[in-house]
């Protein structure tokens, strides 16, 4: 089995900032890609920053300037450090994992929990 464990979510004022972890445990042998995806009440889950195992990253155009994504091959861990804060950033947010369970030979999605960040003053 594939554990995917957020942390760091919380209420901050517009502006400030946060930084989200998350952390892979478990039976995967390979990681491919990690990334954060979001999704606020009512709407769709969309993707807010992903990095391949080369270390390529894409975000979306709403957090480009303000978030940076990271990630530990090693630690099976990836970080989003998120700056400059706005209230529409508000919204659960989850970590996704394309992996390779040992013993099998397809690439799989992984989802943490979810983990809540709220903007607000």
């Known amino acids: 089995q594939v554990q995917v464990v957020e942390s760091g979510g919380g209420l901050v004022q517009p502006g400030g900032s946060l930084r989200l972890s998350c952390a892979v445990s478990?039976?995967?042998?390979?990681?491919?890609?990690m990334g954060w995806y979001r999704q606020a009440p009512g709407k769709r889950r969309e993707l807010v920053a992903r990095?391949?195992?080369?270390?390529?990253?894409n975000y979306a155009d709403s957090v480009k300037g303000r978030f940076t994504i990271s990630r530990d091959n090693a630690k099976k861990t990836v970080a989003l450090q998120m700056n400059t804060l706005k209230p529409e950033d508000t919204a659960v947010y989850y970590c996704?994992?394309?992996?390779?369970?040992?013993?099998?030979?397809?690439?799989?999605?992984?989802w943490g929990q979810g983990t809540q960040v709220t903007v607000s003053s």
């Open positions: 990095i391949t195992s080369g270390g390529t990253t």
């Open positions: 996704h994992v394309e992996g390779v369970v040992r013993g099998q030979f397809v690439s799989r999605n992984y």
């Open positions: 478990g039976s995967i042998n390979s990681i491919n890609a």
